[in-house]
């Protein structure tokens, strides 16, 4: 009776090892696909928000350049609101 005992608390300290031992290795997959996971998607930001940045450059240095356009067509139309005037 001891010995069915014995192989039982064998067997079944041998299964609880086993199953600890899987869990530990998925675990470190499903932790290692994470931070993969992670890194693409920091790099597909980045890159967002590298174009982003770029556009709102390209944005702004319009808007600094539009008063000046603006102020070269009010004086074109000065312009020729003269030329108008003489003829």
């Known amino acids: ?5 014995i192989i039982s ?3 079944g300290i041998l299964t ?3 199953v600890i031992i899987t869990n530990l290795s998925s675990n470190k997959k499903v932790v ?3 931070k993969i ?5 920091q790099a597909i930001t980045d890159t967002k928000i590298d174009e982003l940045t770029r ?3 390209e944005h702004n240095n319009f808007a600094k ?3 000046v356009v603006e102020e070269k067509i009010s ?3 000065n312009k020729i609101n003269i030329i108008e005037r003489v003829r």
Not at 1 to 5: F, Q, V
Not at 37 to 41: D, G, I, L, P, S
């Open 75 to 77: 004086n074109l139309e």
């Open 55 to 57: 556009e709102v450059r």
């Open 9 to 11: 608390l064998i067997t």
């Open 65 to 67: 350049r539009m008063p």
């Open 32 to 34: 290692n696909d994470i």
């Open 37 to 41: 996971e992670v890194t693409k998607n």
């Open 16 to 18: 609880f090892a086993g």
């Open 1 to 5: 009776m001891t010995e069915g005992i």
